[in-house]
């Protein structure tokens, strides 16, 4: 089933997610938009003038297929913004926007997840198709083994962190694995540095049966995906990615 096309929606809600980082929900305006849960959309603000990227961006769909009508992007909205994200911030209930989607195939396989071990690996804001891909596979019956490998640069930059956390907590087909980059913010004992070879090993059991999905932004993506086949031997053809372009 195709359902592609663009459709008007109206901000239903607006979240604050972590330290930078807010989820924008819409509700569709005419027929729901079907997805698959790892897709992304195309989001377009009809008023928006001068920025020098234009009026369109791309978003992982953060919401799953199960949160009804709705479908939920985040993203970063940070002290310097683009006039794109100024325009999305300042963005009241009720207010339109133009959705193209859903596209791509970075998403959820039941009959892959149900005979692997799925590594999901995300860089920062990387985590968006993730949290639907999660929320959907859970939702499901099916002996999956879902490993999520999440860095940020600081645990206040760690998005959905407490919802995700309460997933796992209470399924175990769930694991998550937080490493944090930056500086040291208070936050004890989270594993600090980049997700390398030693950390995933630490974190997946099974090498050799595993499959990856890989998100972020694009250097993020490729560096992570050159370590894993060089260093883990891992073939290219388990490999995933979602290159975040425009980070
Ligand atoms: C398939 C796909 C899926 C994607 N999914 C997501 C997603 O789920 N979430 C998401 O956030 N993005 C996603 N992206 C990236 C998204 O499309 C945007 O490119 C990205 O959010 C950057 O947006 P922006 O250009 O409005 O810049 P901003 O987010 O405003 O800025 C990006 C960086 O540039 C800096 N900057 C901005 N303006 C200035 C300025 N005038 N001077 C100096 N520095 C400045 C900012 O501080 C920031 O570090 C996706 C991209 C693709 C291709």
């Not at 799953?64 to 939920?72: A, D, M, R, V, Y």
């Not at 207010?95 to 590594?119: C, H, N, T, Y």
């Not at 490493?179 to 059991?205: A, C, P, Y």
Request: glycine fraction near 10%; hydrophobic fraction near 35%; proline fraction near 4%.
């Amino acid at each position: 089933m195709d359902g592609t096309g663009w459709k008007r929606f109206r901000l239903n809600e607006k979240k604050d997610e972590a330290e930078g980082v807010k989820s924008f929900i819409f509700e569709s305006a005419e027929t729901p938009m079907y997805f698959l849960p790892g897709q992304h959309v195309i989001l377009r603000l009809p008023d928006l003038e001068g920025d020098q990227r234009g009026k369109m961006r791309h978003f992982s769909i953060s919401t799953s297929p199960l949160e009804g009508k709705f479908i939920g992007i985040t993203t970063t909205i940070d002290p310097v913004d683009s006039p794109f994200k100024r325009k999305l911030d300042s963005l009241e209930k009720g207010e339109e926007v133009d959705i193209f989607g859903a596209i791509g195939k970075f998403i959820f396989d039941p009959g892959l997840w149900k005979e692997s071990i799925v590594v999901l690996i995300a860089g920062g804001i990387g985590i968006t198709p993730f949290r639907s891909m999660i929320k959907y596979a859970l939702s499901m019956n099916g002996n999956f083994r879902i490993r999520l490998i999440y860095s940020g640069k600081t645990s206040k930059n760690l998005v959905f962190k407490n919802e995700l956390d309460g997933l796992a907590a209470g399924d175990s087909r769930l694991k998550i694995f937080h490493t944090v980059t930056g500086e040291q913010d208070g936050t004890g004992n989270m594993h600090r540095g980049r997700i390398d070879q030693d950390f995933i090993r630490g974190s997946v059991e099974e090498l050799d049966n595993a499959i990856f999905y890989i998100c972020g932004p694009p250097r993020m993506v490729e560096e992570e995906t050159r370590m894993i086949v060089s260093e883990l031997g891992v073939d290219r053809n388990r490999i995933r990615t979602e290159q975040f372009l425009g980070y």
